[in-house]
């Protein structure tokens, strides 16, 4: 089976940095991928890691260590309309199975 | 493009009842799956196809649930009989070409209450 853990909250002022950690146990891991989910919305992409590294997507970046089963997402320069829940998931066997998310709140 | 269309976006239903979940994906892509979603389980992968086939559905709770794709642009997904543990977000996603479990695009969810 899969399993992975996430922060379940983490909360932070605007303007600053978040980082969202995940750790991983899964067979036939391929990658790593990030989603945000606002409260009672749909998940939207983020992200996703191959291989190990550090991808950048404006001011998201994701991070992947494989050795480590590890990887995180950070948030930079922190906006209101960033609050929502985030998601890591494990890519295995052609198909996603995701973290129980981590919600983020940005306070002004 | 329109997006990923579900139907209905809300459903309240009564225990016992047949419920059945519409799902139209975004024209051209080749994956869709089924999702639920829940506080105490997260989201869970119901099933999903590739080319209007089924592929894996090994996330399918029991027996109750059933899911079809008869044509690459409709999906269904039906829970008989319905009982309250049922209550969730169900969500459809779509995507396309190799890898295409990676980036996937979600439809607005249908909210299911069965009472």
């Known amino acids: 089976g899969q399993s992975l853990e996430q922060p379940s909250e983490v909360t932070a002022v605007e303007g600053a940095i978040v980082q969202i950690n995940c750790t991983y146990q899964?067979?036939?891991?391929?990658?790593l991928s990030w989603y945000q989910q606002h409260d009672g919305g749909a998940p939207t992409f983020l992200s996703y890691n191959a291989l190990d590294g550090l991808e950048e997507t404006g001011r998201f970046s994701s991070f992947l260590s494989r050795s480590d089963s590890y990887g995180y997402l950070l948030l930079q320069e922190l906006q209101m309309k960033d609050s929502a829940s985030y998601f890591c998931?494990?890519?295995?066997?052609?198909?996603?199975?995701f973290g129980a998310g981590t919600t983020v709140t940005v306070r002004a | 493009d329109a997006g990923v269309i579900q139907s209905p976006r809300h459903e309240v239903t009564e225990m016992g009842q047949e419920v059945t979940l519409r799902c139209k994906p975004i024209?051209?892509?080749?994956?869709l799956f089924w999702y639920r979603q829940t506080m105490m389980r997260g989201l869970e992968l119901l099933i999903y196809f590739n080319n209007n086939v089924p592929i894996d559905d090994s996330g399918m709770p029991e027996d109750r649930f059933s899911a079809k794709m008869p044509n690459a642009s409709f999906s269904t997904l039906k829970i008989q009989p319905s009982e309250p543990r049922d209550s969730a977000v169900y969500f459809c996603a779509s995507s396309f070409g190799l890898a295409g479990e990676v980036e996937q695009y979600f439809g607005p969810g249908t909210r299911l209450t069965v009472t």
């Open positions: 024209s051209g892509h080749d994956y």
């Open positions: 899964t067979s036939g891991f391929y990658g």
């Open positions: 998931a494990v890519r295995h066997d052609y198909k996603l199975s």
